[in-house]
């Protein structure tokens, strides 16, 4: 937390530290004074995130930026390409780990140098790569959830699923979500030009990581041989164990092996051969995770360690503990960090290693929802043994888990009211024309117009009344769904971009929980007057956050780029078209990866732990129903 300056008993002022802000160097000052700091030297990376560097090198980007940011419009084709390819791996990996990270801008910052490219050029065109990557992520999170609830029996009712997808209704909820998310990304993009001074300028958010891709955008501006032949030996080692880890991979995960009816994969065939008994290597492997020991039947492993009243002794029976033979899980960790990665991974350390074995142990009451009553959970293993501990996280710490991520949210929007005071204030000052210079006179444009926001508002607001009404949904819940979307992205996503500004991660699922909450409680309270019936307002509901999901994603993702366009001459104007343009193209195949991996993943065809997903499926459920442990 940043300390604000305050006279000491002296009368002198302390100087404002932080974490990441420091004041700035003596040389750095000097330099300022002078003139003559500019764009990527020494004295630049001394003094980032100082707030007197930032609002320098605005002014210095005002007056010389129009000779250094250039539109390519080929280039920026070429971001695009790369960023809608990859926005499909980034679908893949967001549901089977449960963070939308892609390594899409790597790719391109590494072409451009390769290509030899400016920073400028490098900047702009993977502006739209991050456009097109992230203009999806709402269906990485939240869609799933719809096929989940229409054909996982964990979470059918009593008198069947509460959702049936009759033929075609997948596809004109595909049609809706998409287009909406178009508009909605577009609609994220502009809400942030109106903080981008503010809160990369005035008060620089640090976010925290962003060094790499302005050192990346440093090594491109040096046009030595060396450097050019460094990005081609980068490109081509990334080639290289991009093939050694699909090779990897498909020997871990492809059904290589059919044999007795089972398709399994090479090393879970060879796992299950190594046993001698009921004792085999099956018992710590299996589905690419080296597990706990778990036991197998006829060399089969039974995957979790299950609890028995004669197994009641064992530790292993009360948790899971596991690690999977997941590359990406450890590039992802390798660019966390250690610190963000722990504040990521410490939920998961809570749940299982306290709240989990305490629901077994304490012989916690379940509520099955087939059965329409509460069951003490070990009762499921009555007369043998059940996997108890998943059905623990499953039924207990999953809801926990829900009602502290809405909790906590509602909590933060209530302690940072007076961060709102302050936005609204800025936004006054920005549309008065006191915080920017847009157009520069015989030169062009410096930053979006501000005019084009509440244009582009109402242009959204009607789109979303419009879209949802074609796809079968009442003109009244159109119009609720219109005015929560156009507030919340704005709200909710500044708290979301504040967020991230400061630990480099954006709570989108999270702030998603909060949407579905608002939503599910007007759509459901209100089934009359809006003419939905309970399957229509969940629907409704899980397909308008997951268009608010891709909102707020957008919203983070134009902030990296912002910040990296300050420190080498870029206008900004040329960030927000990149990043516009990419909207499109990322938004049609990000879904269409997504919902194709999520009807596989209800279907049972393919194994993603879609954490996200569950976690929606399982709070819809709960408020459509009333049914749970309302409590947790």
Known sequence: MVVVSKSDLAGEKTVAK?????????????????????????EMYNN?????LEQYLEEKNLEESFEVSHWNTPKVFIGIGIGAIFSG????????????ISAAWYIAYLLGMALKWSPSEVNIATSATTGATHASTGFIFTFPAIFLLASQPAYALADGPLVNLEPGDAFTLAFIGIVASMFAG??????????????????????PGFEATLKMLDISSDVSTGAVEHARDSLKTIGVWTALTMVGLFLIEYPLIWVNDRKVALLDFLAESAHVGDFGLASFYSRGKIHQPSGTVNGESLGQTHWSEETA?????????????????????????????????????????????????????????????????????????????????????RT??????????????????????????????????????????????YEWPLKHIPIFMGVTFIAMIVIFSIGGFSPLSALVFASVLILTTFMLGAIAV???????????????????????????????????????????????????????????????????????????????????????????????????LSIQLAEGRIQLIAPQANAFATFSVIFAEGQGDLML
């Open 18 to 42: 932080s974490a990441y802000r420091q004041p700035v160097t003596p040389e750095g000052l000097k330099a300022i004074e002078a003139g003559t700091l500019t764009w990527l030297d020494d």
């Open 48 to 52: 980032l995130n100082t707030g007197v």
């Open 89 to 100: 791996v980034t679908a893949y990996i967001g549901l089977k780990l449960g963070l939308a």
């Open 186 to 207: 577009f609609l994220g993009v502009m809400y942030f030009i109106i903080f981008r001074r503010v809160w990369l300028v005035e008060d620089p958010l640090p976010l």
């Open 313 to 397: 002794w064992n530790p292993f029976a009360y948790t899971y503990v596991g690690v999977a033979l997941t590359p990406s899980m450890f590039a992802i960790g390798w660019f966390m960090k250690a610190r963000v990665a722990f504040l990521v991974n410490l939920g998961t350390i809570v749940g299982w290693f306290f709240l989990v074995p305490l629901a077994v142990f304490m012989n916690v009451p379940i509520y099955d929802a087939t059965q329409q009553s509460n069951i003490p959970i070990q009762e499921y293993a009555s007369g043998g043994s059940a996997a108890l501990q998943m059905i623990a996280f499953a039924k207990t710490v």
């Open 400 to 445: 926990i888990a829900i009602g502290a991520i809405v909790g906590g949210g509602m909590f933060g929007l209530f302690k940072m009211w007076r961060t709102f005071a302050d936005i609204f204030t800025d936004i006054g000052s920005a549309f008065k024309g006191d915080a920017s210079q847009e157009y520069m006179e015989g030169k062009g444009w």
């Open 498 to 596: 504040r967020v991230m500004g400061e630990t480099g991660i954006e709570p989108v699922s999270g702030t998603s929980f909060i949407v579905l909450l608002m939503l599910l409680g007007v759509f459901l309270n209100a089934q009359d007057l809006l003419q939905l019936d309970t399957e229509d307002a969940v629907l409704l509901g899980l397909v308008g956050t997951t268009v608010f999901g891709s909102a707020i994603s957008m919203s983070g993702t134009v902030i990296g780029d912002y910040k990296n366009s300050l420190y080498i001459g870029n206008r900004p104007y040329h960030i927000s078209k990149g990043n516009i343009m990419g909207v499109v193209p990322g938004a049609i195949i990000g879904a269409g990866v997504a919902i194709f």
